[in-house]
């Protein structure tokens, strides 16, 4: 949640996102509707002010920064992988 002066900004408001294994998503969307602030949210470059993220195991939210880093490690080794197979 964002403050502008005396206005609040909800970005994010009311969303569910379910991704399974091996499935491939676009999130698309106009200027301003929370495309970045959401892909820090998967990324755990930034934490949600409430609400649950699960990332194949414990909520992200309310891991440690190392098991963040775990996290962000075996997504990085995941996408390394489906492009070697690509090729």
């Known amino acids: ?3 502008m002066g005396e206005e609040t900004i909800k970005a994010l408001d009311d969303v569910s996102l379910d991704i399974d294994q091996g499935e491939f998503v ?9 495309k970045s602030t959401l892909m820090n949210i998967i990324r755990c470059l930034d934490v949600a002010d409430k609400g649950i993220y699960d990332l ?31 090729r």
Request: hydrophobic residues 40%.
């Open 56 to 86: 194949d195991g414990p909520p992200a939210g309310s891991s440690s920064v190392l098991l963040l880093h775990e996290h962000w490690q075996e997504i990085l080794r995941l996408f390394w992988q489906m492009s070697l197979r690509e």
């Open 1 to 3: 949640m964002s403050f």
């Open 26 to 34: 676009a999130i698309m969307g106009p200027s301003g509707s929370s």
